[in-house]
């Protein structure tokens, strides 16, 4: 399946309180249609002996872009289990969208070929003239006094 295709037939659903389960989300929004996966990410680690805890929304995956489309008309801004939902198309996530996810653009290889002189070559330690001045142990130099 296309990556845009499985875009318009995933859903966000906001709100969530710490009670609702990949049950109750099975559970209220079968009856809009076929539901292929339900995704609620857990929340980051704080006990290892903590129950299960989400992050308070979760992604659902329906067989077609229609059924999508109609749990959000009905389930945006209604309630479940006394929170008000948000639902929406899900988008993607930005960071993964990018080649290098979230590590830095200079811990890319070729962009270090294509941006980055070497040393020598860019006027840095190599090409800059050494002070004569003793140093005072903090890196500066120290200051004449008069």
Do not use: C, Y
Request: aromatic share 6%.
């Amino acid at each position: 399946m296309e990556e845009g295709t499985k875009a318009k037939k995933t859903i966000f659903v906001g709100g969530l309180t710490e009670q609702v389960d990949e049950a109750a989300i099975i559970e209220t929004f079968q009856t809009f249609g076929d539901i292929l996966e339900v995704q609620l990410p857990s929340a980051p680690e704080t006990h290892r002996d903590a129950p299960f805890k989400h992050r308070g929304f979760a992604f659902v995956t329906f067989s077609s872009p229609a059924d999508a489309q109609d749990a959000i008309d009905n389930m945006d801004m209604n309630e479940l289990q006394g929170k008000v939902l948000k639902v929406n198309i899900a988008r993607p996530n930005k960071t993964m969208a990018t080649p290098t996810g979230s590590r830095a653009i200079w811990e890319n290889e070729d962009w270090l070929k294509a941006h980055v002189k070497p040393l020598a070559e860019s006027g840095g330690a190599g090409g800059r003239p050494r002070s004569e001045e003793p140093e005072d142990g903090d890196g500066d130099a120290a200051m004449d006094e008069a």
